[in-house]
């Protein structure tokens, strides 16, 4: 076998690219499909509204996180990323800073099977909608597979 | 072209140019992946919080609701009373549809918990609120 490239038949000295370009491809494909699919969220549960009877849980099981406007003043767009420091919330009638929400959480509900960790939201209307979702997330951090139940009447 | 032949003629394409082109696709595709997520509908100012879960793709209809409370389903406009109907006439002949909202920053929270009365009211139980991350440092102010 020859393997001197410079005399007459030249060796094939390039990579093959070809599985390179194959597998880029594909990525390419992938990427430009699935971009405009991928939303990502909080799911809540709205509890029925209409003649339906609400699921069976007795009163004192029920945990609800009060948000009011003079606990956590998020009248407006939290500035940066977090919540305000003084945002105070009530958890259960308990009223606790915000930050202590995740340890708060999973006291209160970690204990109980998956399909019982429920937290009855009730938020101000005058609220800032992302600052209502910051506590909704501080809410969620601390227990897997909580539900958020939005108290939608009035 | 195998040494010991007699020369030939160099029949491969060139894939140099379509490698260097579908590179910077991509990479600009990965890029930008982040900072797209915000489905149909107007451009609006998401909320940004710090771990949203991935939510489902299949079946779903976004509600987006803008800075003045303006509503629209999926791309479409609506008016605030047209809302049940224009959910209940999009999920005709779906089955599991699951409905997104996706609200302005901005908006005080009883306008998104009036439209998720509305969906609930509409026939849909349970609704998804669109974030985004803050770790992508995406604020428009």
């Not at chain 1, 500035?79 to 929400?101: K, Q, W």
Request: aromatic letters at 2%.
């Amino acid at each position: 076998m020859q393997l001197n490239g410079s005399t007459g038949t030249g060796l094939q000295s390039e990579i093959n690219i070809t599985p390179l370009v194959d597998v880029v491809l594909v990525l390419l494909i992938i990427f430009m499909v699935v971009v405009p699919l991928m939303l990502e969220g909080y799911d809540v549960d709205t509890p029925r509204a209409s003649s339906e009877p609400a699921p069976q849980q007795a009163e004192a099981s029920q945990v609800i996180l009060r948000i009011a406007p003079d606990g956590c003043g998020i009248l407006d767009p939290p500035a940066g990323d977090g919540l305000p420091s003084n945002c105070r919330v009530s958890l259960a009638d308990h009223e606790i800073p915000a930050t202590e929400l995740p340890v708060r959480v999973r006291e209160a509900l970690g204990g109980r099977p998956r399909d019982q960790r429920v937290l009855f939201l009730a938020a101000d209307d005058r609220l800032n909608y992302e600052g209502v979702l910051r506590i909704v997330d501080l809410a969620k951090s601390g227990v897997d597979d909580l539900t958020i139940g939005v108290i939608t009447t009035d | 072209m195998q040494p010991g032949e007699p020369r030939k003629v160099q029949s491969a394409i060139n894939v140099t140019p379509l490698v260097d082109v579908v590179l910077v696709l991509l990479i600009i595709f990965m890029v930008m992946a982040p900072h797209m997520r915000q489905g149909p509908g107007p451009e609006i100012d998401l909320p940004a919080t710090a771990k949203p879960h991935e939510q489902a793709s299949a079946a779903r209809i976004v509600v987006t609701i803008d800075e003045h409370g303006a509503l629209w389903i999926d791309d479409k406009a609506v008016a605030v009373e047209q809302l049940g109907d224009g959910l209940r006439a999009v999920a005709a002949g779906q089955s599991d549809v699951k409905v997104m909202v996706q609200g302005d920053a901005r908006l005080p929270f009883g306008e998104v918990r009036q439209t998720m009365l509305v969906i609930e009211q509409a026939g849909f139980h349970g609704v998804g609120l669109i974030a985004e991350r803050t770790d992508l440092g995406a604020r428009k102010g």
